[in-house]
């Protein structure tokens, strides 16, 4: 599912590693190269435009947070603007207060609503309600049986006009469904609806009508994704004829290319609210947009690391280092403890890193990382004097005894930790003189 747009978008990601700033030219590229992706994926033109103009504004201003590296906050600021062009929050169904919640399919002919709509009771079901399917397809020859068969397969009853009875008639069979439902205690009640090959005025009609006959709570209008751009069209022909509330994704599973996705909701202004995906009657759930997002910038832990990231990283204090590495201050053994426990503060070590992509290679060594070597590191450095943690360089042997007894730990622990030090320092200005952590690019600031 929308794989080449993941890498379209992944590749605009990498040619910004390493940039320690973004010029306007970089924020002109990338834009350029995001607007093609979405083109590509079928996006529609419009909501393309929105999403590129709000891309380059945000690039260029407000935000510079000194926790991330350029890559990484274009990666977070095209997150955030996916997840609203996907509507936002997750929309919910909205349950009836009394009687049973009606929910009204419609579509056009195989968009998947027949099998939707089984997909939704089963759901339903597994919630603890008790869903009554209704078929009130009375047009296409096959469709009340597929209904049933389906109705069968996830356990939950249909409602069909009698066989050869002559009730042809959907609004009726419609109505019928809602009393029965009320008599017989079901308390949400789906009702499947024709569709046509096409938008056609007669089965916009009869929808219309099913709609004024038992007033639903939700119009759900359901839409093969892999048809792209055709389903904005198709969606707004629906929402003129009939009128919707949300919409319900079908084939995820196949080769979408998003461009329904990303436009249904900016262009009818209605909810993505379920997505269906694959042949298994549990392939169905609610439509999460910030986990659609992320399956499209298909970056999944980077993502996660550059929220917690930003969650701890003190502004001040990063200001303050980057001013010390560029050689406007020195770097102290209290820069270094702080250091240490805002890398604590991100979780544990070997989590942090089994983020980063490119780091698998160290997974070993970091599973034996020690966390409580960052409390002896503290114990440590807290015996020195203000004097000594400032100008590590005057630590002499009688000095050293001195911290290694006040920290209770041994002389040759206070050696190790100002080697260590001295090695952090070292690379510290590596990476302040653009080195950067492979995969990351260089250190803000
Ligand atoms: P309707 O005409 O709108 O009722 O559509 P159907 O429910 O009959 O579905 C049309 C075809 O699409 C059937 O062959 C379904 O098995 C298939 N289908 C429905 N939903 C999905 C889905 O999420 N993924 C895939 N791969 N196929 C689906």
Same mark, same amino acid.
């Given at each position: 599912?929308?794989?080449?747009? @993941?890498?379209?978008?992944?590749?605009?990601?990498?040619?910004?590693?390493?940039?320690?700033?973004?010029?306007?030219?970089?924020?002109?590229?990338?834009?350029?190269?995001?607007?093609?992706?979405?083109?590509?994926?079928?996006?529609?033109?419009?909501?393309?435009?929105?999403?590129?103009?709000?891309?380059?504004?945000?690039?260029?201003?407000?935000?510079?947070? #000194?926790?991330?590296?350029?890559?990484?906050?274009?990666?977070?600021?095209?997150?955030?603007?996916?997840?609203?062009? +996907?509507?936002?929050?997750?929309?919910?169904?909205?349950?009836?207060?009394?009687?049973?919640?009606?929910?009204?399919?419609?579509?056009?002919?195989?968009?998947?609503?027949?099998?939707?709509?089984?997909? +939704?009771?089963?759901?339903?079901?597994?919630?603890?309600?008790? &869903?009554?399917?209704?078929?009130?397809?009375?047009?296409?020859?096959?469709?009340?049986?597929?209904?049933?068969?389906?109705?069968?397969?996830?356990?939950?009853?249909?409602?069909? &006009?009698?066989?050869?009875?002559?009730?042809?008639?959907?609004?009726?069979?419609?109505?019928?469904?809602?009393?029965?439902?009320?008599?017989?205690?079901?308390?949400?009640?789906?009702?499947?609806?024709?569709?046509?090959?096409?938008?056609?005025?007669?089965?916009?009609?009869?929808?219309?009508?099913?709609?004024?006959?038992?007033?639903?709570?939700?119009?759900?209008?359901?839409?093969?994704?892999?048809?792209?751009?055709?389903?904005?069209?198709?969606?707004?022909?629906?929402?003129?004829?009939?009128?919707?509330?949300?919409?319900?994704?079908?084939?995820?599973?196949?080769?979408?290319?998003?461009?329904?996705? +990303?436009?249904?909701?900016?262009?009818?202004?209605?909810?993505?609210?379920?997505?269906?995906?694959?042949?298994?009657?549990?392939?169905?759930?609610?439509?999460?947009?910030?986990?659609?997002?992320?399956?499209?910038?298909?970056?999944?832990?980077?993502?996660?690391?550059?929220?917690?990231?930003?969650?701890?990283?003190?502004?001040?204090?990063? +200001?303050?280092?980057?001013?010390?590495?560029?050689?406007?201050?020195?770097?102290?053994?209290?820069?270094?403890?702080?250091?240490?426990?805002?890398?604590?503060?991100?979780? @544990?070590?070997?989590?942090?890193?089994?983020?980063?992509?490119?780091?698998?290679?160290?997974?070993?060594?970091?599973?034996?990382?020690?966390?409580?070597?960052?409390?002896?590191?503290?114990?440590?450095?807290?015996?020195?004097? &203000?004097?000594?943690?400032?100008?590590?360089?005057?630590?002499?042997?009688?000095?050293?005894?001195?911290?290694?007894?006040?920290?209770?730990?041994?002389?040759?622990?206070?050696? #190790?930790?100002?080697?260590?030090?001295?090695?952090?320092?070292?690379?510290?200005?590596?990476?302040?003189?653009?080195?950067?952590? &492979?995969?990351?690019?260089?250190?803000?600031?």
């Amino acid at each position: 599912m929308f794989a080449t747009l @993941s890498d379209r978008l992944s590749d605009t990601f990498k040619n910004l590693r390493g940039k320690g700033r973004l010029s306007e030219a970089d924020i002109d590229a990338t834009a350029r190269e995001i607007r093609i992706a979405l083109l590509e994926a079928d996006v529609a033109l419009p909501v393309v435009k929105e999403f590129t103009a709000a891309i380059k504004e945000r690039a260029r201003g407000e935000e510079v947070s #000194q926790a991330l590296n350029p890559a990484q906050q274009i990666v977070k600021i095209v997150n955030e603007e996916l997840i609203e062009i +996907l509507g936002g929050e997750t929309r919910r169904l909205r349950f009836a207060k009394t009687g049973p919640t009606v929910i009204m399919l419609a579509g056009l002919q195989g968009a998947g609503k027949t099998t939707l709509a089984a997909k +939704l009771a089963l759901w339903l079901k597994e919630q603890g309600k008790s &869903p009554l399917l209704v078929a009130c397809d009375l047009q296409r020859p096959n469709a009340v049986n597929q209904l049933q068969v389906n109705g069968e397969r996830v356990g939950v009853p249909v409602f069909a &006009p009698e066989p050869g009875n002559g009730t042809g008639n959907p609004v009726a069979v419609a109505q019928a469904s809602i009393e029965e439902a009320t008599r017989k205690l079901y308390d949400v009640v789906i009702v499947d609806t024709a569709g046509r090959l096409g938008v056609d005025a007669e089965m916009m009609q009869q929808a219309k009508d099913i709609r004024a006959a038992v007033n639903p709570d939700e119009v759900l209008f359901v839409v093969d994704a892999m048809i792209g751009q055709d389903a904005v069209n198709t969606a707004l022909a629906f929402q003129e004829g009939v009128g919707f509330d949300g919409v319900v994704l079908t084939k995820l599973d196949g080769d979408a290319r998003g461009g329904a996705a +990303l436009s249904i909701r900016s262009i009818t202004g209605k909810p993505v609210m379920f997505a269906s995906a694959g042949e298994k009657m549990t392939d169905f759930d609610l439509f999460h947009p910030d986990r659609m997002a992320g399956r499209i910038l298909d970056m999944g832990d980077m993502l996660t690391l550059i929220e917690q990231a930003e969650k701890v990283f003190d502004q001040e204090q990063a +200001l303050k280092a980057a001013e010390k590495l560029s050689g406007k201050g020195d770097f102290t053994l209290d820069d270094f403890l702080t250091q240490m426990q805002q890398i604590r503060k991100l979780g @544990s070590m070997s989590k942090i890193m089994g983020m980063l992509p490119g780091m698998g290679q160290f997974k070993d060594a970091l599973a034996n990382f020690d966390e409580r070597e960052i409390d002896r590191i503290q114990a440590i450095i807290q015996s020195m004097t &203000p004097a000594e943690r400032a100008n590590p360089k005057i630590l002499d042997g009688s000095r050293r005894l001195r911290i290694a007894k006040g920290s209770g730990r041994q002389v040759s622990d206070v050696n #190790q930790l100002v080697d260590r030090f001295n090695e952090a320092k070292k690379m510290m200005l590596q990476l302040a003189n653009g080195g950067g952590i &492979p995969g990351m690019g260089p250190v803000p600031g």
